[in-house]
């Protein structure tokens, strides 16, 4: 393809990232009379799939940066929604669990359900898992990317 065909309109990158956007504002919507930001959602998700994981493994699972898990923890503990206790293997982890309250907003679960039931309609059962796996695949793919050396990637001796 020549670079005057590779437009936004024929970018993957740029594809996905405006899907992930529409996805984010629909769900972000539905959320905001519940007092939910889409922030917070993510890290509340990693918790009902798995209560009781380190600040680590929840920032790895929601692809937050440090900082990030820090603040939308600190915000979490504030409203009642998480509560931290120390590792009693390794006291430098904290770990963190869900409250009553945080755990009250699993019922939320069926807003994603609906965006995503609304976003996909008009496709197939087939389609849908197509897609899944579609964009699975490029994950795989680029996971691969990140983990080459960079001298790797412009050795004039691979080609």
Not at 19 to 29: E, K, P
């Amino acid at each position: 393809m020549a670079d005057d065909e590779f437009t936004l309109e024929r970018s993957l990158g740029a594809q996905i990232k405006r899907t992930q956007r529409a996805l984010s504002r629909a769900l972000a919507a539905r959320l905001a009379p519940h007092d939910v930001p889409i922030g917070m959602w993510y890290f509340l998700r990693a918790l009902w799939e798995e209560d009781g994981l380190s600040q680590k493994e929840i920032s790895d699972r929601v692809g937050a940066t440090a900082a990030t898990a820090t603040e939308q923890l600190r915000n979490m503990e504030a409203r009642g929604l998480v509560r931290r206790a120390r590792s009693a293997e390794d006291r430098r982890r904290i770990h963190f669990f869900l409250e009553p309250d945080g755990e009250a907003l699993r019922s939320l679960l069926a807003l994603p359900q609906d965006v995503e039931t609304r976003a996909t309609a008009g496709f197939s059962v087939g389609e849908v898992a197509f897609l899944r796996m579609a964009l699975g695949r490029l994950r795989t793919n680029l996971a691969a990317i990140e983990g080459e050396q960079d001298g790797d990637l412009d050795d004039p001796d691979d080609n």
